[in-house]
């Protein structure tokens, strides 16, 4: 977490390499508390405007969330969350990844898709971003 701006807005980086592996027996058990603990943070950190780093790189498939969690935390996310986030950028974005948006862009609204931004590199990341106060796992930037 970082942030950015006179206004101390929150940057919220999302490695999914450490999230847990799909197999565990009590992976919708685990993925659920971690959603609701991201959610309790969000809100008690995000004021005003936020954006969302989501590094995807050096993350195998099964550590990917399914589109059903996914799906169930936008659906979750109150109003104000939604509408304060200002970008949603994805770093290394898989073919997985671009083809579980391209399917679910009709069901999610426009403006959310339009803050929707893929990234390639980590340089690219730090021409939009302030890099300083935010932490690159040493798996990702391999």
């Known amino acids: 977490t970082g ?10 980086v999302f490695a999914a390499c450490f999230l847990p592996d799909s197999s565990r027996t009590d992976y919708n058990y685990v993925m659920e508390n971690l959603f609701l603990y991201v959610i309790s943070t969000l ?7 936020y954006m969302i780093v989501y590094l995807n790189g050096a993350t195998p498939r099964r550590r990917m969330p399914g589109l059903g969690w996914m799906k169930k935390c936008y659906e979750m996310i109150d109003r104000r ?6 970008s949603f950028i994805i770093v290394h ?5 671009r083809t ?13 898709s339009s803050k929707i931004q893929y990234v390639n590199t980590l340089a690219e990341l730090r021409e939009m971003i302030p890099m300083e106060y935010v932490h690159i796992p040493d798996s990702i930037v391999k």
Do not use: Q
Request: aromatic residues 14%; without cysteine; hydrophobic residues 50%.
């Open 100 to 112: 579980i948006l391209a399917v679910t862009r009709p069901f999610i609204s426009s403006k959310f």
């Open 3 to 12: 942030y950015y701006g006179d206004g101390l807005n929150a940057i919220i």
């Open 43 to 49: 809100e008690l950190m995000v004021a005003e405007d």
């Open 81 to 86: 969350l939604r509408k304060n986030l200002k």
């Open 93 to 97: 974005p898989s073919w997985f990844i």
